[in-house]
């Protein structure tokens, strides 16, 4: 089954402690995202991938990391969390132009929810 | 830039009655669209997507979404709603020029309670 996989689902930690999201797919798609969604504002892009070892930041790329170091898998790394990016993350992934499959056509995953105390 | 605004970040609808969710956009170039589906502690579902081709776009569970340039909108209709529309809905644009990636710009959300 196509799938975006994410882990933990939810997740509660103290400021400072540093912490990884694990986001992996397996339908071999290019594009991979983080974003966060906070009410009202709808999702935001954290981070993105356009491939291997090519990363670039989105919208409200500060306070996160990120790697991409193998096609499937693209970790969410907070080193120093603070409340403010208590939040619900969302990892998503689709191919780029010129595949078989249409671009745009972005997959989620299923969620992660984040407590910072 | 480019933006999207949701307008009412609630409805309620009845039963069997028309859902509509007002989208509009703005963008320096001809965008893409797309309307996601969230059910409650799930992630987001593809609806539709307009991507330059027709521009009634007809998508999953009944929905569909005009695409008007003139009017910058991207409005959601479902003629009959059922209790399983029950949902926050998000209108999504994205920049087809290649070097932004895939990248989807969000509103804010319509949550949408269906009243027996």
């Known amino acids: 089954e196509a799938q975006v996989t994410q882990n933990p689902r939810y997740l509660i930690t103290v400021t400072g402690k540093k912490l990884t999201v694990t986001c992996s797919q397996n339908?071999?798609?290019?594009?991979m995202s983080w974003y966060r969604q906070d009410p009202g504002l709808g999702l935001r892009q954290i981070y993105y991938?356009?491939?291997?070892?090519?990363?670039d930041k989105g919208d409200v790329p500060e306070g996160y990391k990120v790697s991409r170091k193998e096609k499937r898998n693209f970790p969410l790394i907070l080193e120093s969390p603070s409340p403010n990016q208590t939040s619900l993350y969302f990892c998503?992934?689709?191919?780029?132009?010129?595949?078989?499959?249409?671009?745009?056509?972005?997959?989620f995953g299923p969620g992660t929810r984040l407590t910072v105390l | 830039a480019q933006s999207v605004t949701q307008l009412g970040s609630h409805v309620s609808v009845s039963e069997g009655a028309l859902v509509l969710l007002r989208c509009n956009y703005s963008?320096?170039?001809?965008?893409?669209l797309f309307w996601y589906v969230q059910y409650p502690n799930q992630g987001l579902q593809l609806l539709l997507k307009?991507?330059?081709?027709?521009?009634l776009v007809k998508g999953i569970n009944g929905f569909e979404a005009e695409f008007k340039k003139s009017e910058t909108s991207f409005h959601l209709t479902k003629p009959s709603a059922h209790m399983s529309d029950a949902a926050e809905y998000f209108c999504?644009?994205?920049?087809?020029?290649?070097?932004?990636?895939?990248?989807?710009?969000f509103g804010g959300g319509t949550r949408v309670l269906v009243k027996p």
């Open positions: 998503a992934s689709s191919h780029l132009s010129g595949l078989a499959v249409p671009r745009d056509t972005q997959y």
């Open positions: 339908m071999n798609h290019e594009y």
């Open positions: 991938s356009m491939n291997v070892e090519v990363t």
């Open positions: 963008s320096s170039v001809p965008p893409y």
């Open positions: 307009y991507t330059s081709a027709a521009t």
């Open positions: 999504a644009v994205s920049d087809p020029r290649k070097a932004a990636g895939n990248k989807l710009t």
